[in-house]
C-alpha cells in the first residue's frame, strides 16, 4: 500500500467542465469531483478544450504554454495552453486552444448533428494534452480519462509514449456514445494501423475510440455499481460486453456524487423560499412559485417534474405511451428539456390537448430546473437505462419524491416503496422494474395514492432528506483505486530503486513514436 504520506498528482481529462462548458452529467462531475480529490489529499489538475465562450477575461485565464504544434493527418496543427482555477477553489484547470477545432457554436454537434471532424478535434486534444505531460514542470501519476472524447490519451500514454511511470483509469459516463468513425480516418489519429484490429481499436470495421479507452487503461469505471455490472450484459453493453467481460476483474463502479453546494434548497438562490427538512412546510411556497411561472393552475394537485434530454433512452418513448392516461388523472406535469423533434412535436400536441394540466418547457434553463426540484411533489425519471442519474439525489435534498425506472443509478440510490422498507424508515422513492408505459402508469398510480396519506409521504420526504450524497464517499474510493493503479505500474521497489515486480508490456507498441 501507498505511504499515506505520498500526494498523487491526478490529470483530470474531460471534454467538458461546469461551469465553463456543459451539455450533460459529465460536466457536473468534471466540475465538482476535481474538488472532492484535492480536499482528500490530490494534486489535482483539470484540462479541457477551450470552447467559444470560455474567454481570457471572464475567466481570468492567462497563457502558459504559446504554442502546442503537431501533425493531425497530413497536416500541422497548432494550438495554445491557458490556465485558470474551478470557481471558489485552488484546482487549477487548464484550457487547450484551437480556434479552428473549438471555438464552435456546439460542443460536439449542431442541429443533432456530430460535427464531421470530431476524430480530428479530439485526437488533436488528447495528443496537446500529452504534449502538456511533456513540457509542464508537473508530472501525473494517474491520467483519469472520461468517455470517448479523451479514450485516445490511454491508448497514446500506453502504446506511443510508452511512459511507464504514469497510469490511465478511465471512466465510462455513458456506454451508448463510443466515437465510432470511418475506418478511412484511422491515419488523423497518427496511430499504427498494427492497433486498428479486433483486440484493438476495430469494431466491425469501424474505429471505436471508446474500446481503446477500455483496452488501455489500468482500471475503467463506471458511475455506479449496477451500471459496472449491466454493461457487460448484451442488452445494456452496447457491442462492447464481450471487452467488459475480458476487463472484469479491473473494471469497477463508483457512485457519482452531488455538488451540495449548488443543489441545496437551504441556500439556493434560485428558488422562491428556502428550506429545510425541518422547515419543509415552506416547500409549498416553491410549489406556487412553480405553478404560476409555468402558467398552471394554483392548486393543491399533486405536481410531477422531468427534466431531462428527449430522448429513447430516457423513457420517452413510454412516457408518450402513458400520456393521454396520465393526464386523465388529477396530476399537474412540468417537463424541461430539449432532445428528439419527435418528441418536440408529441409533447406540443400533448400541452394544446391539457393546457391546465401540463408545462413543456423545449429549451434548458439552469433556474426552471432548480424551481422543478423544489416545487414539484414528484419526480419522474423513465429512463431505459441511467449509468448514474443525478437528479433523483437532487429531488431527494429537495424533498421531491422520485419515481423511476429501476436501472443503474437509479436501483442504486432509490429505495422502492414496499411495507418492510417502510417499517424501517428506507424507502424514499418508487421503482417500476419493467420498461413499460403499464408499469410506469402503476409506479404513479401507486406514488399518488402514497401521497394522499400525508402521514406516509413525510416519511419518503424524510428518508430522502437525510441521505448524503456528497462527494467525499466517492473521492475516497477513486483514491484507493488510484493508488492501485500506481502500485500496478511502478511495482514494489527495491531500496536501490529497482522494480521487484515490473509491469509486463503492452501488447502493442509504435515504433518511432508519432509521425
Known amino acids: 500500500m501507498l505511504s499515506s504520506n505520498k500526494k498523487l498528482n491526478i490529470l483530470y481529462c474531460s471534454s467538458e467542465v461546469t461551469p465553463f462548458s456543459k451539455t450533460g452529467g459529465l460536466g457536473d462531475v468534471a466540475g465538482s469531483l476535481p474538488n472532492a480529490l484535492a480536499e482528500a489529499g490530490c494534486d489535482v489538475r483539470v484540462i479541457t478544450p477551450k470552447y467559444a465562450g470560455i474567454t481570457n477575461s471572464t475567466y481570468k485565464l492567462k497563457r502558459v504554454i504559446e504554442s502546442l504544434s503537431f501533425r493531425i493527418g497530413e497536416r500541422r496543427e497548432d494550438g495554445g495552453l491557458y490556465e485558470g482555477r474551478l470557481p471558489d477553489s485552488k484546482v487549477p484547470v487548464y484550457f487547450v486552444s484551437n480556434d479552428k477545432y473549438f471555438t464552435r457554436k456546439g460542443l460536439y454537434q449542431e442541429s443533432g448533428k456530430e460535427y464531421e471532424d470530431n476524430l480530428e478535434r479530439f485526437s488533436f486534444f488528447s495528443r496537446a494534452v500529452l504534449c502538456f505531460i511533456e513540457k509542464l514542470d508537473w508530472q501525473p501519476d494517474i491520467t483519469h480519462c472520461n468517455d470517448w472524447q479523451t479514450a485516445l490519451i490511454p491508448v497514446y500514454l500506453k502504446a506511443v509514449v510508452r511512459n511507464r511511470e504514469i497510469g490511465a483509469l478511465f471512466t465510462i459516463h455513458n456506454i451508448g456514445y463510443q466515437g465510432l468513425f470511418n475506418r478511412g480516418k484511422f491515419p488523423l489519429t497518427g496511430l499504427d494501423l498494427g492497433i486498428f484490429n479486433i483486440v484493438g481499436l476495430e469494431y466491425y470495421g469501424k474505429i471505436n475510440l471508446l474500446k481503446g479507452g477500455i483496452i488501455f487503461s489500468d482500471i475503467v469505471t463506471t458511475v455506479s455499481p449496477a451500471y459496472s455490472k449491466e454493461i457487460q450484459t448484451e442488452e445494456y453493453g452496447y457491442g462492447l460486453d464481450g471487452v467488459l467481460r475480458e476487463k472484469r476483474n479491473d473494471l469497477y463502479g463508483i457512485l ?41 393552475p394554483v392548486t393543491d394537485t399533486p405536481l410531477i417534474g422531468m427534466v431531462s434530454r428527449l430522448d429513447d433512452h430516457k423513457g420517452l418513448d413510454i412516457l408518450m405511451e402513458a400520456m ?15 432532445g428528439k423533434s419527435e418528441y418536440h412535436d408529441g409533447l406540443k400536441r400533448f400541452k394544446a390537448k391539457y393546457p391546465d394540466r401540463l408545462s413543456v418547457n423545449l429549451f434548458f434553463d439552469n433556474t426552471l430546473a432548480h424551481k422543478i426540484e423544489a416545487g414539484a411533489d414528484i419526480f419522474l425519471i423513465p429512463s431505459k437505462y441511467e449509468p448514474c442519474g443525478l437528479s433523483q439525489m437532487y429531488s431527494f435534498k429537495y424533498g421531491t419524491v422520485p419515481v423511476a425506472h429501476k436501472t443503474g443509478g437509479l436501483a442504486d440510490t432509490i429505495t422502492d416503496y414496499t411495507p418492510s422498507n417502510i417499517a424501517d424508515s428506507s424507502a424514499n422513492g418508487f421503482l417500476f422494474t419493467h420498461y413499460s408505459s403499464g408499469d410506469l402508469l402503476k409506479a404513479l398510480l401507486l406514488s399518488l395514492s402514497i401521497y394522499k396519506d400525508k402521514r406516509e409521504w413525510k416519511k419518503l420526504i424524510a428518508a430522502g432528506m437525510k441521505a448524503d450524497f456528497s462527494w467525499k464517499q466517492s473521492a475516497g474510493e477513486y483514491v484507493r483505486l488510484y493508488e492501485k493503479v500506481v502500485e500496478r505500474v511502478q511495482g514494489v521497489k527495491d531500496s536501490r530503486g529497482f522494480h521487484l515486480t515490473p509491469r509486463p508490456l503492452e501488447p502493442y507498441i509504435i515504433k518511432g513514436g508519432f509521425p
Open 256 to 296: 457519482n456524487g452531488v455538488d451540495y453546494n449548488e443543489w441545496d434548497p437551504a441556500k439556493d438562490e434560485h428558488i422562491a423560499v428556502r428550506y429545510t427538512a425541518k422547515s419543509i412546510v415552506r416547500k409549498k411556497a416553491c410549489k406556487k412559485d412553480l405553478q404560476k411561472n409555468c402558467g398552471l
Open 324 to 338: 393521454d392516461e396520465l393526464m386523465r388523472l388529477e396530476v399537474q406535469m412540468v417537463i424541461l428539456g430539449t
